[in-house]
């Protein structure tokens, strides 16, 4: 399988060669030269990997169609690694659960740090170590966080050869379990910079210090932002576990809704519907910030400024413009890569926005790839939260609840049953539970009193050359 850039540019490459990058050289992002096809006969073979075999085997045969520079004994190895009852809590990895009538929820935050970007971020630290340990290179991962990805990208690569992370972070302004979470690792490998200012700020510095080639490659920065094509596709994985888990036969379809962002998660679902998965919709659940609602919508892609970028209950979803959506809309385009390129590269960079309601190709978004949207406000959550606790006895979290909450205005067909993703455990967004139910949610055991540990963390003003000099002393 060789890789290309959705902006047209003539290299192809290796499944390795893209894991340690991150855009392509014309700034677009890598996908696949094909979707490889799940038939009804591998589907079977599939269905039973999991079931006997289990999350890990199921998810070595799905990586194995992508990736082909990893020999098939150290990828199942890695896989077999990752997903382990002991990191993700089950056997399952990610059970279902059953809400009412055909509506599941997939669990998918049991991991390390109790939100689903674990699920791709665990794996992608073994293929890290495993890569560069194979070519002696080390790699100085960069980046901002304003919660999750940063807590997922610690705890996925804590302790791991070749590697190190430095994370920024608004100071002050993520929550007490979240602070806690990310400055009470030890590990020397990993480097906590409490930037005094808000998220942008730290987004600045991480461009900055990209942005200067000699600094970046002297010491081998690095990402693990969501346009990894690796993190996509270890969440193709769990779509193919929730239909094998939701269904008895092929001829069975399945709905998914997905919590949005930065189109990540979706896209994973877009690629799995492309191989072949009996996949019926996949409805895009976005909060306040509806950029993609309104394109699913309309047709009209508008980026927000940061004044018109809200800060929501649930926060993972507050995105001015979803970096992964420029992939789902090669497809759409009929994989023209010169228009993704006009349209992405320069619409946006000119005008903010674009506008595919006149061309034909929209109508495709709902009708060829099963696409539809809706939207949920803080009014919203607190009523689903309740909503789900008072007759389900479920406590979710505040971006499950956007799900959960567009997932029962689309569910209308009882017979294809309706997959929510839980992004999060309630945990992580406690202040908002309590708002809705009155009552702190339950707290799993190995978090306990985890605020009180001793914390790793440098508080810095937002000045790029400090990060700089930081990064410097700790690279020797
Ligand atoms: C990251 C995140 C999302 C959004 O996922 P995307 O892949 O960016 O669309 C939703 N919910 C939670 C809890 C998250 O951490």
């Known amino acids: 399988m060789k890789y290309l850039s959705n902006r047209g540019h003539a290299d192809r490459k290796q499944f390795c060669d893209i894991l340690l990058e991150g855009l392509a050289p014309d700034g677009g992002l890598y996908l696949p030269e094909h979707y490889p096809q799940v038939d009804d006969a591998m589907l079977t073979r599939l269905r039973k990997a999991y079931h006997e075999q289990g999350y890990a085997e199921l998810a070595f045969q799905i990586l194995s169609l992508y990736i082909d520079d990893i020999p098939a004994a150290d990828l199942k190895a890695l896989c077999a690694k990752t997903y382990t009852a002991e990191v993700f809590g089950t056997g399952e990895i990610v059970p279902l659960r059953h809400l009412e009538n055909s509506l599941w929820l997939e669990a998918l935050s049991n991991g390390p740090t109790l939100a689903f970007k674990d699920m791709a971020m665990q794996l992608l630290g073994n293929l890290f170590e495993y890569e560069l340990g194979r070519r002696g290179e080390q790699l100085n991962i960069l980046g901002a966080t304003s919660g999750d990805t940063g807590s997922a990208a610690e705890y996925a690569m804590r302790g791991k050869a070749g590697v190190r992370v430095f994370m920024t972070s608004p100071h002050g302004r993520m929550s007490a379990f979240q602070q806690a979470q990310m400055f009470s690792l030890q590990d020397e490998n990993i480097h906590n910079i409490a930037i005094e200012g808000v998220f942008d700020d730290c987004q600045d510095i991480v461009k900055a210090v990209s942005n200067d080639h000699a600094f970046k490659h002297k010491y081998k920065i690095g990402t693990v932002n969501s346009i990894n094509w690796a993190r996509l596709l270890a969440q193709v994985v769990y779509y193919f576990a929730g239909y094998i888990q939701a269904t008895e036969t092929n001829d069975q379809k399945v709905s998914f809704t997905v919590p949005s962002g930065n189109f990540g998660n979706v896209c994973a679902g877009h690629v799995a519907r492309m191989m072949g998965l009996p996949i019926a919709k996949l409805v895009v659940a976005t909060n306040e910030n509806d950029v993609l609602d309104e394109f699913f919508r309309t047709g009209v892609y508008r980026v927000r400024g940061s004044a018109d970028t809200h800060e929501t209950s649930s926060p993972s979803m507050d995105i001015s413009k979803a970096s992964n959506f420029e992939r789902f809309v090669f497809d759409l385009l ?69 799900g959960v909450k567009v997932a029962l205005e689309h569910h209308q ?64």
């Open 334 to 402: 009929g994989r023209d890569g010169a228009r993704t390129k006009a349209l992405f590269g320069d619409a946006l960079s000119k005008d903010g926005r674009f506008d595919l309601s006149q061309d034909p190709c929209f109508a495709d978004a709902a009708a060829k790839y099963g696409f539809e949207s809706g939207k949920s406000t803080h009014a919203d959550r607190l009523a689903t939260i309740r909503d789900n606790y008072q007759r389900h006895g479920v406590t979710i979290d505040t971006h499950t609840a956007d």
């Open 413 to 476: 067909d009882p017979n294809v049953p309706m997959i929510v993703l839980e992004t999060a455990l309630p945990i992580k967004f406690a202040e908002t539970i309590v708002e809705a139910l009155g009552h702190a949610p339950e707290r799993p055991a190995k978090f306990a009193g985890i605020e009180d540990l001793p914390k790793r963390v440098q508080v810095m003003p937002a000045d790029v050359d400090l990060v700089k000099a930081y990064i410097e002393r700790h690279c020797a």
